[in-house]
């Protein structure tokens, strides 16, 4: 799965090297999410992250653990990186639909509590599906 997302423009690590259930990435310069209190921009970084979650659906991937612990934000808002995809899952997988709303869920949840985005689940799930 990480072949195929990285063809599809969603900035994530790029991979050096791979042995067994090793995967050796290049170093990112970004904090995780969960670390961060303040962001001058929560509302591009947020959009940008759902952007990401939008394109890898429609390369028919599903994160399905995605978090505030699974994403890194850089200096730039537009700078964000979702990592930890090796429990990433294919959309027609039985359970996919539930699995992209969780993801959606917990992001969005996350950004309204800390930032207080104001974003409803529901609208940002619709963004993902519609998003190119």
């Keep these: 799965m990480l072949q195929r997302l990285k063809d599809t423009g969603i ?3 790029l991979a050096l090297y791979r042995a067994m259930h090793c995967i050796a990435m290049n170093r990112i310069n970004g904090v995780r999410l969960v670390n961060v209190k303040e962001l001058e921009h929560p509302t591009i ?4 992250i759902l952007l990401s979650i939008g394109i890898a659906y429609k390369n028919h991937i599903i994160h399905s653990d995605l978090s505030e612990y699974n994403i890194l ?3 730039n808002p537009r700078d964000t990186w979702i990592i930890d995809w090796p429990q990433a899952v294919s959309t027609d997988h039985p359970n996919a639909q539930h699995l992209l709303k969780r993801d959606v869920s917990n992001i969005v949840r996350f950004f309204n509590r800390r930032f207080a985005a104001g974003k409803i689940v529901g609208d940002a799930l619709k963004e993902v599906l519609n998003s190119t």
């Design 11 to 13: 900035s994530m690590p």
């Design 45 to 48: 970084v947020l959009q940008n």
């Design 73 to 75: 934000v850089g200096e």
